[in-house]
């Protein structure tokens, strides 16, 4: 099934005959270069059973690669003007679904079961960057998704990717751990790629979704309690982090205790615990909390 070809001619034409103008806050920056949409494409490994929402297509570079490999997809734009523009250059692909709507608004895996029923379902988006925490956060957490390929600020990008004791590594890479069989960055992207050129430089990682829980939900909650705890104070020791959030139930000890037993010395820093080790972690201090 073909998609529309856009070309960076095509774009400047569409952009002079509707008489569009950027929006920054809605971090409108196009894709003019050709080879970037198709490489995401092809890497993320969406084929004919695959249903893919794609979270603002902009003027349709990444659609249209996106449309010549899956089954479906669905592309959710929240800035009005581009929907009639989008319509126009996919009303002949029947695989294309566009629709106007904010992302943030949607409940999403009733949306893609509703639009796409039986398939199998992946993220692929060049996201704007204001809103790319909270869209990965509702992403990942929605569970419908096998993959999520997505561009982001080069900076976001290895904040997800990061290793413990690095400086990135932080509470939102635990999160994408947690949810997630692998999280990787694919390649880095130039500004010269865009119109209008954004500031900074971006990366395309890919997210693998974690079929299995980790926790019981209740434990899940907690468990967020202790790594946002563990990171809301990176210059202090685990223990004293900990302390600060939970203090009013645990003592000193109780929290050291833990953190031995889970044969970590009580002076270390919560930014060297792998995910392994938060889950061990939590799962100690809850029965001691929870008593
Ligand atoms: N996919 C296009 C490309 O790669 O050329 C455009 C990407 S541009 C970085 C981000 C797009 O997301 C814009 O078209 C913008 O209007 C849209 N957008 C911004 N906030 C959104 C939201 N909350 N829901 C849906 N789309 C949104």
Known sequence: MGGADISVKAIRELLASRGFSFSKSLGQNFLVDADIPEKLARLSGVDQSCGVLEIGPGLGALTSALSRRAGQVLAVEIDKRLIPILRDLFTESVNVEIMQGDIMRQDIAKLVSDKMPDMRYHVCANLPYSITTPVLTVLISSGVFETITVMTQKEVARRICAQPG??????????????????????????????????????????????????????????????????????????????????????????????????????????????????????????????
Request: hydrophobic share 40%; proline share 3%.
């Open 166 to 291: 690095s400086s990135e590594y932080g509470a939102f890479t635990v999160f994408v751990n947690y949810h997630s069989s692998e999280a990787e960055t694919l390649f880095d992207v130039n500004p010269e790629c865009f119109l209008p050129r954004p500031e900074v430089f971006s990366s395309v990682i890919t997210i693998r979704t974690r079929p299995e829980r980790l926790l019981d939900a209740e434990d899940e909650l907690f468990f967020f309690r202790v790594t946002r705890a563990a990171f809301g104070h990176r210059r202090k020791t685990l223990t004293n982090a900990l302390r600060a959030a939970f203090g009013d139930i645990l003592g000193k000890t109780d929290i050291e205790g833990s953190i031995r037993e889970c044969g970590l010395d009580a002076h270390i820093r919560g930014e060297m615990l792998d995910l392994e080790e938060f889950v061990r972690l939590s799962t100690l201090i809850r029965r001691i909390y929870g008593k």
